[in-house]
């Protein structure tokens, strides 16, 4: 192992000792107001740097999330710098990732008809990396302007076969599946061309129990929430990077209750980690899951790649819970509502 590798995970974990603590998180639940919890994180936290400079009596909460995913942004962007076999390839996802969020957040936008709202909220720090025409999308006001906008990318071809239904709105929980799939596809294929051994078995062992939890929690939502036939269920999974069996996911999506989904989810080994994480709903596990493999392999691992995106999904993770202290005060919840939407 080269010494720039020792020395991404070394950064890494020395960016992690500095995160939120659980007296600051009790320290931001003691704020009754968004500028109070604006002042905390600048005293306290390691959000410092990029709040030093904002007024926080006169800070919008949409201005405080850019600043603050501006921020982790640029951490994920240091880290990938490194010398390392799939540093450039962690570059791209997290740029990719960053490109379907805000492609989602148009579509939602546009089945609100209030694209106009777009250009506003878009971080400005993704517009010199990114693929996406931003002044084009942000002027389409239809969906045959957003694909025109989109002809360019990759992600036409992904969108192009949706289409609005008869009241103009677009599936966009369907539309968001198929782009985060090609998001894992991408990094399940990066890591199997340019990693081996021990890195690549950790490496695509995280992604693998992502995409179970995934594929349970999609069979869940459309049994609960769409009552889909089990072979239309089935073709909205992503069975080849899963260590889930196709047979079990047959089982899983031919059950007749969600008791039974979770019943037979929780006899698989990536199953087990239900009882561990605790959860709200069910599209809340796969981020705990995400939580709980990470905080595990950012101390164990030997594999700076292994860290790093451990480092990544305890940076998403933490960002979360501030976005969810922000909201929750904005709207004056009880302290105890708010905990529970923590993960930690």
Do not use: W
């Amino acid at each position: 192992m080269s010494t720039t590798s020792y020395a991404v995970s070394a950064k890494a974990r020395s960016k992690y000792g500095r995160f939120l603590t659980d007296r600051d998180y009790a320290s931001i639940l003691a704020c009754q107001s968004v500028p109070e919890v604006m002042v905390y994180l600048k005293s306290h936290t390691h959000y410092a740097s990029v709040l030093s400079e904002v007024n926080e009596r006169d800070v919008h909460r949409g201005r405080l999330e850019m600043l603050l995913r501006q921020y982790l942004f640029n951490e994920f962007d240091t880290l990938c710098r490194y010398d390392s076999s799939v540093s450039a390839g962690f570059s791209r996802y997290v740029i990719e990732k960053a490109e379907v969020e805000q492609i989602i957040r148009f579509l939602i936008l546009l089945n609100s008809n209030s694209t106009d709202k777009f250009i506003f909220q878009f971080p400005a720090f993704l517009a010199k990396h990114t693929e996406l025409d931003i002044n084009k999308l942000a002027n389409a006001r239809d969906y045959e302007e957003f694909l025109d906008a989109l002809a360019s990318t990759s992600y036409h071809e992904i969108l192009k076969p949706f289409k609005p239904d008869e009241k103009g709105r677009l599936p966009v929980s369907d539309m968001e599946n198929k782009l985060y799939e090609r998001v894992l596809r991408h990094m399940c294929e990066l890591i199997d061309k340019r990693t081996k051994g021990k890195e690549r078995q950790e490496l695509m062992s995280i992604y693998r129990t992502i995409n179970d939890y995934s594929i349970f929690s999609r069979i869940l939502r459309l049994k609960k929430y769409y009552n889909l036939s089990p072979e239309i269920i089935k073709s909205n999974m992503l069975p080849e990077y899963s260590s889930l069996s196709p047979r079990l996911i047959d089982r899983m999506c031919e059950a007749e209750s969600s008791a039974e989904v979770f019943r037979i989810m929780q006899s698989t080994g990536s199953g087990r980690l239900i009882d561990k994480i605790g959860y709200n709903y069910a599209g809340d596990i796969i981020p705990r899951v995400q939580y709980k493999l990470a905080k595990k392999n950012i101390h164990f691992s030997d594999n700076p790649s292994v860290v790093m995106i451990s480092f990544m999904f305890l940076s998403e993770t933490e960002l979360m819970n501030v976005i969810s202290l922000i909201e929750g005060i904005r709207y004056q919840l009880d302290p105890k509502i708010i905990q529970s939407l923590l993960i930690r």
